[in-house]
């Protein structure tokens, strides 16, 4: 690249706390653009994937930039039709996650407005970025079974259409330092909330207690305004267990992912596991559920039928009695080896332009 950078802009319609860690990465290694990010806040999910448009639509920046990078939840076909200078600015669409696949919340109002808001974006797009292949397949398996329902006047090819401009970008992880490993420190480091089923951890160290095997708990990710009730179950239960409990500054976190054993993921959702991925970074043995993106980087050794409570006990309870199995080699999704497989598709992007 010559001394003159070109001005892309990053746009996330989501500003949950994952979002803005990638585009705060993004930004910082891939110096050969001059960005401009702007971010909505990371809350009221339904009004910020459809009214984005609306609450940019005096925001932008005057300028026109070389390229766009758009978070899935950003509605880019609208915004394109708004600002018809950005019509043809090259566009790279990155799913973080799909609504297809995304499990919806007990409070959730069944909506496709979703669904169709990615569907538009993804069409509008010169480029479809997937952080994994489970991401990429899950939402073109919902999106033919939308298509196969609506009524008539559907093109054949859409799936196809998209799945030939898609390619497959992980979100870069900075490896973590190992440090005086605690093969009985079992970690937890997702959110307490309902897509990560953390009531299937706690009944499984419930069980794993009543053994009499002998380990500790290290409690992290971010726990929400309202205590989980399987959170609330392990304090009242195995208090002495515990050696961690809370959402930690990032240097404390990094700490207890170096020292823990294993780490444990009971998901009824994960496009990447960008935690399983860290913690396994450090040397922690993943033990996770045989489904979503986990068979991408997770050997069938480390993986229980998901949901299987029993299944997820033994296998800690073997790994605890007999030693831990081998490390697993994650290594393929540091920034070390993503950020140039990024930069060539940034950078592929002004030259097809």
Known sequence: ????????????????ASHRAWAEQLI??????????LELPGRHFAWRIRGNPLSWLDALPTSTPGLIVATSMVDLATIKGLHP??????????????????????????????????LYGALAADRVAFNSEYNRDSFLAGLNTLLARLPDAVPADVAK?????????????????????????????????????PE???????????????????LLGSQGRVVHPALAQLRRDLPDRIV???HLEVPAYRTWLGRSGIVVSTAGHEFQGLSVLEAASAGARPLVP???????????????????????????????????????????YTAAVLAPRWRGALEAMLVDS
């Open 1 to 16: 690249m010559t001394a003159h950078r070109p001005e892309a802009w990053l746009l996330s319609a989501y500003g949950a």
């Open 28 to 37: 910082d290694g891939q110096d050969a653009f001059s960005w401009q990010h």
């Open 244 to 246: 961690a409990d809370g």
């Open 161 to 197: 259409r998209i799945l030939d401009r898609s390619t497959i970008l992980p979100v870069p992880i900075h490896p973590v330092t190992p440090g005086q490993r605690d093969d009985r420190l079992i970690l937890w480091n997702h959110r307490w909330e309902y897509d990560k089923a």
């Open 290 to 332: 045989d489904a979503l993106c986990y068979p991408e980087y997770v050997p069938v050794a480390y993986r229980y039928p998901a949901g299987d409570v029993e299944a997820l006990t033994e296998r800690l309870s073997l790994w605890l009695e007999d030693g831990l199995p081998p490390s697993v080699d994650v290594s393929s």
């Open 85 to 118: 200078r950005l019509a043809k600015v090259p566009c790279l669409l990155y799913f973080h996650e799909n609504q297809f696949a995304y499990p919806a919340s007990p409070e959730q109002v069944a909506s496709v407005e979703p669904q169709m808001v990615q």
């Open 200 to 218: 299937v951890f706690a009944q499984a160290l419930l069980q794993l207690a009543a053994t009499g095997v002998g380990f500790r708990i290290a």
